[in-house]
């Protein structure tokens, strides 16, 4: 098991945490008042609930269980789903992107719980379930009283999963599940996967797989140096025995799962977003106070070349989320414009973390600072939703129109 959360012995951290996120282009100005609220509330939770504890809990590998009832308290979880079935649903994509950017800001990791319980568990059952289905897991999955998992991922078929391998068939009063899935986010602590398998006409469903049922197990994967504070795993099926009734029913094919994936790119791309905003503004206070040369680090030329870098490209990301989320809005963001969102964020985010920890010296390795942590984990960014070249690949095919996966 990944080490659990104990409120007696997790290291506090005592930095008060001041973070105000920078905005060059008056981007505020296109934002609601509504919208501000929420990035506040959910910035004053990510200061009070996460910062305090996430180096503590990513050095020795501890996800922080007890954060999933509080994401639920104040609404992280599917923000986008109607009200009917989430009580704090009813929002818009900007307020999701904005939530993904605040969590993300704090730990990737703690996105990915948001975000895989959010589009990954949340949007199937609301999108594909049926109506029973619905009101019986998404007021739980709001709530934080259920975590939930994606299983689309194979050992054999990442990049790919149209080639998947877990298999169900029709045994009358059940189906049979067979297979395996891995690198799966929150598996160890979900109550329930959504889980994507191919029937006897090799045509993929998403069915909802409940911890306890016969032959569902849900291995921890160890050795991680990236998200250390989300828990992933494997989801293993020996024979289990599925409801017919847990059968998602209102679509199938390698869509109803790559529509998922629209959603948490989509907020992934905000997210990433958060992590890079926190680098900068990190480096930007560390190089402001320490001295070199009798002057602050801050007024060498090579350093304010990376902060003015930094903050364009900051800045063009925040322009492409805000529009993005119009576009989702609208119901008009395409696969191809939500993949150059993901692809060239993360790889925005990954380079600010590299920059800036080098703009630390020594102190950018350690866990005084959040930029090493941000790194690591946007190793994971980059390759989970799509590696960054498949993006590329899709972006190719959107220009050319011809497919060069295979
Ligand atoms: P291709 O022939 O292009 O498409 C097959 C069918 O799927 C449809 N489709 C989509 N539908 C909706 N949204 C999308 N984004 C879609 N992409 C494809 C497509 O229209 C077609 O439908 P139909 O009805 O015509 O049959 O499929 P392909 O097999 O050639 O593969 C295309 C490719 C490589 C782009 C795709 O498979 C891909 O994106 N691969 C990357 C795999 C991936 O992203 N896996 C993510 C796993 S989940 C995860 O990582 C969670 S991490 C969470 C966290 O911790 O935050
Ligand atoms: P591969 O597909 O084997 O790719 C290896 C390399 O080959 C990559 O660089 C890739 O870009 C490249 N490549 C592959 N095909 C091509 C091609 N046609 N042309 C050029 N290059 C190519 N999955 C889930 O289902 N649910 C989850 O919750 C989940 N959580 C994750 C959490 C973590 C921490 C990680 C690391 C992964 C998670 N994943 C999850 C899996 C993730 O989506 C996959 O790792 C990802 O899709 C890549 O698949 P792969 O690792 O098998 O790499």
């Not at 480096?283 to 903050?311: D, N, V």
């Not at 395409?334 to 703009?359: D, Y």
């Amino acid at each position: 098991m990944q080490n659990t959360f104990d409120e007696k012995t997790i290291l506090k951290s005592n930095k008060v945490d001041t973070f105000e996120s920078p905005d060059f282009y008056n981007i505020d100005d296109l934002l609601t008042e509504e919208h501000k609220m929420i990035r506040s509330a959910v910035r004053d939770f990510v200061k009070k609930e996460i910062s305090p504890i996430i180096e503590d809990c990513c050095q020795n590998n501890i996800f922080p269980k007890h954060l999933v009832r509080k994401f639920g308290e104040i609404g992280i979880f599917g923000p986008t789903i109607p009200q009917k079935y989430n009580p704090n649903g009813g929002l818009d994509y900007i307020s999701y992107g904005l939530m993904m950017q605040e969590v993300e800001r704090g730990d990737s990791g703690m996105r990915s719980t948001a975000s895989v319980q959010g589009s990954l568990v949340m949007y199937p059952i609301y999108a594909y379930g049926s109506e029973e289905q619905r009101m019986k897991y998404l007021p739980k999955l709001s709530s934080g009283e259920y975590l939930g998992c994606f299983g689309l991922t194979e050992p054999n078929h990442g990049s790919n999963p149209s080639g998947m391998e877990t298999h169900f068939e029709d045994k009358g009063d059940h189906y049979l599940l067979n297979g395996a899935k891995m690198w799966i986010s929150n598996s160890p602590e979900a109550d329930i996967a959504v889980v994507w398998a191919k029937n006897e006409a090799g045509r993929i469903h998403g069915l909802i797989v409940e911890r306890g049922m016969e032959g569902f197990s849900t291995p921890t994967t160890h050795n991680k140096w990236s998200l250390r504070a989300s828990c992933t795993g494997e989801l293993v099926f020996d024979n289990v025995k599925v409801p017919k009734e847990n059968l998602l029913p209102n679509k199938s094919g390698l869509g109803a799962p790559m529509g998922c994936l629209d959603s948490a790119r989509f907020g992934i791309a905000w997210g990433a977003l958060g992590a890079a905003m926190d680098c900068f503004e990190t480096a930007k206070k560390y190089t402001m106070e320490r001295i070199q040369f009798g002057k602050p680090i801050a007024s060498f030329q090579l350093q304010q070349k990376k902060l003015a870098e930094m903050l364009s490209e900051i800045t063009k990301a925040q322009l492409i989320c805000w529009r993005l989320g119009m576009l989702k809005n609208e119901g008009k963001a395409t696969t191809a414009q939500i993949s150059l969102a993901k692809r060239n964020n993360v790889a925005m985010a990954l380079e600010i973390a590299r920059e800036s920890r080098q703009m630390l010296g020594g102190m950018g390795i350690t866990g005084e600072y959040p930029i090493m942590r941000h790194m690591m984990n946007l190793e994971s960014v980059a390759t989970y939703e799509g590696t960054h070249d498949i993006h590329l690949l899709i972006l190719g095919k959107e220009i050319t129109g011809i497919a060069a996966f295979a």
